[in-house]
């Protein structure tokens, strides 16, 4: 997502960017390090669930051991601030080091007790998604933001919030549903997620009345903002809303491991072809000026 706002979005909006190549690259590998660090102690932490609910996917304590486990999250989290730091200091707001620092506690947390809660873990996991996009605008245009600019500032961070809260719609449905891929498991384990909570059929019922909200929202904003590009209309009725739409219809009758493994795969990709229409919008605003 990073990557696609940078050279498929910003890049074509005739702006002056805070960071260089390198930096921005940087920035994103602080973010894949951090997220990474974030997975390994997640599955420190879920050896007894991934033994009941993935048996064969199991690394901690079969390819490696608990405690390089530990030195391996130390070490990528440690990387992924240390770049944090650097490039709050090239842009001059030392203070902004603090948000990496933030993200890493809180995957810590999360993966030690907030993925516990009734659907605090799964909020928790979509915001720091839709974060990904938010810190973009953080180092890349507030450095650069001038009372010359601030309009236009103000637009592309206001493109970013929209797409971030895009992101942290789709990929909280994403969460819930890979909780109900996981549900023999986390019972076992005494955990109190949605599926548990409410039970299978309620709560699938639950997510079907609520699925329709990103399709809602999503032909709204189509309506209110990008009705006059028409492939950008196009592409996303073909890739995001109509799929949106397979999703309602599927949910409806999930039953099994593999129904909500296929339900989380299109969430996946669903989540990746609306990040993808920045660049159609980039493109189709050029061509059609």
Do not use: H
């Amino acid at each position: 997502m990073q990557i696609i706002f940078r050279y498929g979005f910003f890049k074509y909006q005739n702006i002056t960017l805070a960071l260089t190549d390198f930096q921005y690259v940087i920035l994103v590998l602080s973010t894949v390090l951090i997220a990474a660090g974030g997975y390994v102690i997640n599955n420190i932490f879920d050896q007894d669930t991934d033994a009941i609910n993935y048996p064969k996917k199991v690394v901690v304590g079969n390819s490696i051991s608990e405690k390089q486990a530990y030195n391996i999250y130390l070490i990528l989290t440690s990387c992924g601030v240390g770049i944090g730091f650097y490039l709050a200091n090239v842009i001059q707001k030392p203070l902004f080091a603090a948000i990496f620092i933030l993200i890493a506690a809180t995957l810590y947390l999360y993966a030690t007790s907030l993925k516990q809660m009734l659907l605090i873990g799964n909020i928790v996991v979509a915001f720091l998604l839709a974060f990904s996009v938010i810190i973009i605008g953080i180092f890349d245009l507030y450095p650069v933001t001038f009372v010359e600019n601030q309009q236009q500032m103000g637009v592309l961070f206001s493109i970013l919030i929209d797409y971030a809260i895009f992101a942290f719609i789709i990929n909280l449905f994403r969460e819930i549903i890979k909780d109900f891929e996981d549900f023999e498991g986390d019972k076992i384990e005494g955990m109190n997620t949605f599926p548990i909570y409410f039970g299978k059929k309620i709560a699938v019922k639950i997510i079907f009345g609520f699925s329709f909200l990103p399709l809602v929202l999503l032909l709204f904003y189509i309506n209110q903002y990008l009705i006059n590009l028409l492939f950008v209309t196009i592409y996303l009725f073909l890739f995001v809303a109509a799929p949106l739409l397979i999703f309602i219809m599927k949910i409806w009758n999930a039953e099994s491991k593999k129904d909500f493994q296929f339900l989380s795969l299109l969430l996946k990709w669903i989540l990746f072809f609306g990040i993808l229409s920045v660049v159609l919008i980039s493109f189709n605003i050029k061509y059609n000026a």
